[in-house]
């Protein structure tokens, strides 16, 4: 099964020159307040973007072994090969934990009144499938080991592997709807802080670019693929490359970021050709979403590299 796995930036992404109504919105609201309350803002962004980076890790490794438990509760049969269970093993996020001194489910200051509710709710609805998941997932491993599948010709087993879909799909759901609701704001407000910085034009050009790939990601991960606006995302996406990859020459090098910055319109170039390949016959597969999101993670490095 082709799981939405949406990868979360340690970053903030801006739409800058292309923003929604309801970001350009935020910016006039920001605009008017203080530095300090941006910072506040991007704060509890990055907490929670850390946050549901360390639980999509874990849940992408329990959708790495969901079409492995599918098949032995489908087929009846306990593989030959050990199914090893370590998707949740280390230390794991618990939401009720500040992250530096941020609580999730208590925003405090950090976030405009009007959302906190829908953030939260949002927020507590992504742990709670993590929970099920990670409970579902350990049950399921009991219950292999043990064999009691042998007591109940795999009836159980395959109550927990519907749980586990089900939840995971809901934890991918619901992270990528906290994310949208906060982003707009998060980027108006890093839009706020980078207005007096000397790489303004290349760090909002690059970040505009990795928004465009954020989107690319989706469609390519959609369940059903959605070519023509694949298409349209990845013109706009070269057309800026071709733009942006020829900023500020002088100022990147005055600042030692001219070899970063390169090597992230290099990478880029790879992971168009990736889409290009890929969508030529106008379907994408699971393991072609899967290529694609390889080259979006060597992305991720070379991004945060320059930034």
Request: glycine residues 4%; proline residues 2%.
């Amino acid at each position: 099964m082709k799981f939405k796995i949406l990868i979360l930036l340690a970053v903030l992404t801006i739409s800058c020159g292309k923003l929604s109504e309801k970001a350009k919105d935020a910016v006039d609201s920001i605009s008017g307040e203080n530095l300090e309350d941006s910072g506040n803002l991007i704060a509890y962004n990055n907490a929670m973007i850390d946050y549901l980076s360390d639980t999509g890790s874990k849940i992408e490794s329990a959708a790495n072994d969901y079409d492995k438990m599918r098949a032995m509760v489908t087929q009846k049969r306990k593989p030959s090969m050990s199914f090893m269970g370590h998707a949740f093993i280390g230390s794991l996020p618990d939401i009720n934990s500040n992250r530096d001194g941020i609580s999730l489910l208590k925003p405090g200051n950090n976030l405009p009144s009007d959302i906190k509710e829908k953030l939260v709710a949002s927020m507590k609805v992504t742990s709670e499938s993590f929970e099920n998941t990670k409970n579902a997932y350990a049950k399921f491993k009991k219950y292999l080991d043990l064999e009691d599948f042998k007591d109940d010709d795999w009836v159980k087993g395959k109550e927990y592997v519907d749980i586990i879909e089900k939840n995971i799909t809901s934890f991918y759901d619901q992270r990528s709807k906290a994310y949208e609701i906060i982003k707009p704001l998060a980027d108006a407000a890093e839009i706020e802080l980078l207005k007096d910085h000397p790489l303004k034009e290349v760090l909002i050009a690059s970040k505009t670019d990795l928004s465009l790939v954020d989107e690319i990601i989706d469609i390519v991960y959609a369940e059903n693929v959605d070519i023509d606006a694949l298409n349209s995302k990845y013109t706009e996406l070269e057309n800026n490359a071709k733009k942006h990859r020829v900023l500020t020459p002088e100022l990147l090098k005055e600042h030692d970021k001219e070899s970063s910055y390169k090597s992230f319109y290099e990478q880029l170039d790879d992971f168009l050709g990736e889409v290009r390949k890929y969508k030529r016959d106008g379907k994408i597969t699971e393991r072609e979403a899967d290529y694609i999101r390889r080259e979006y993670k060597y992305l991720v490095g070379d991004y945060n590299r320059f930034v």
